[in-house]
Nanobody, 124 residues
């Protein structure tokens, strides 16, 4: 049974930093693409970043240079380091996993399993 359990997040002031974690279990974590998505109230779920099994990242333009995705395959854990946070980064953040073939996309529908979500709120 695939499980993705998230931790981290919370309130932060603009310019601050947060780190999200996502612990994976129940499957061969190191052979799948991992990703972070986010969803603001009233908005569609949007892709933030993906990382393949070789730890090659891809980022949405809105977070390039500020966010860093990483994975620790030994610990089956995915991370998202978020720096220079802006109020527009406020959203529910979700980790996800899916086939490597989709790791070059940020399309939510291509990912099979999801974490429970964690709220990030950036105040100005």
């Amino acid at each position: 049974q695939v499980q993705l359990v998230q931790s981290g997040g919370g309130p932060v002031q603009a310019g601050g930093s947060l780190r999200l974690s996502c612990a994976a279990s129940g499957y061969a974590h190191n052979t799948y693409c991992m990703a972070w998505f986010r969803q603001a109230p009233g908005a569609e779920r949007e892709g933030v970043a993906t990382i393949d099994n070789w730890s090659r990242p891809m980022y949405a333009d809105s977070v390039k240079g500020r966010f860093t995705i990483s994975r620790d395959n030994a610990r089956s854990t995915l991370y998202l380091q978020m720096n220079s946070l802006k109020p527009q980064d406020t959203a529910m953040y979700y980790c996800a996993t899916g086939p490597l073939i989709f790791c070059s996309s940020l399309v939510a529908g291509r990912f099979d399993y999801w974490g429970q979500g964690t709220q990030v709120t950036v105040s100005s």
